[in-house]
């Protein structure tokens, strides 16, 4: 599966997330695209990235700043 | 033709539709004046010609080492503008800008992933930051060449991925020099102290394994093994002390 993850860095916490099929590739790209550029249009410096994982389960394991708080990171 | 790589002559880089030296341009102006419109969609175009590499590195992996990575097939925009402003390297030598993540249990399985992958892949270079880290970063990075094209591919373990989380999370929240030995004093210690703290957990779980079938070496496997538990007791600790902390550091 495919993930395209806007995170703002500062707060720490992602906004916005979409899951794409795997053969969705050529879609998750066009889309990332085209949420660069409106964050570049709007001087927005969120962090925009497409990850791909076999599940949700293990991109939480091997992303887990993007959504885990600093305490439920240390501890959890 | 796959639409990732449109304008990319099979079996080629993107260096066959733009040379290195525009890639090398348009990396200094993101450099020194941030990303435009017209620019992003030719780091896209960059970018998205890696596609093709990825695909084998990541299918590799997994049909030949039986591991499931987590990929990322295109770098952030903003981790480009971060590495190009932070360091003097070229766009067209930035070798991260697709790879993909393998997090193993401890450091035993770490050696023999790496070992797998470097007997799988022709063409790699094996960056192994596990004794000489960076600013407290312990990982192995390999990055293998496909088509001309790097691809990275980080190996951790459990501990390393855990301090590498830590290390990002407390940038974001606190300042982006954290990741690279910047920010409060006190930050910069507890992320060295636990890095430091983990290099000597893995060299006692190496020495451990080493020695487990060894009976005549029972004493020291129970010293090594009690080293273990004082050391994850002691990380435990500067946890629960840096979690104490955070809100003096934190931005928001």
Known sequence: ?76 | MDARRPHVAQGGSILNAVSKSQVDQLGERIRKNGITEADLQLLDFYRRSFARAYDHVVTTIRNDLGFEPTGRPTKSTTSIADKLARESLRLSQMQDIAGCRIVVADIIEQDALVDRLTEVFETKSLFDRRESSSHGYRAVHVVVRHMDMPIEIQIRTAFQHLWAELSEKLSDLVEPAVKYGGGPEALVEFLLSASERGRLLESFERRLDQRKDWENQREEIADLAKLIEQTKRELADLLQDMIGKAHLWKRV
């Open chain 1, 1 to 76: 599966m495919l993930f395209l993850i806007q995170y703002d860095r500062g707060a720490g916490r992602i906004v916005k997330i979409q899951r794409f099929d795997d053969g969705q590739q050529d879609q998750a790209d066009s889309v990332r695209l085209g949420l660069e550029m409106d964050l570049v249009r709007h001087r927005q410096k969120d962090e925009v990235v497409l990850l791909e994982a076999a599940t949700e389960e293990a991109l939480r394991k091997t992303h887990r700043r993007y959504f885990e708080d600093l305490t439920t990171l240390a501890t959890g």
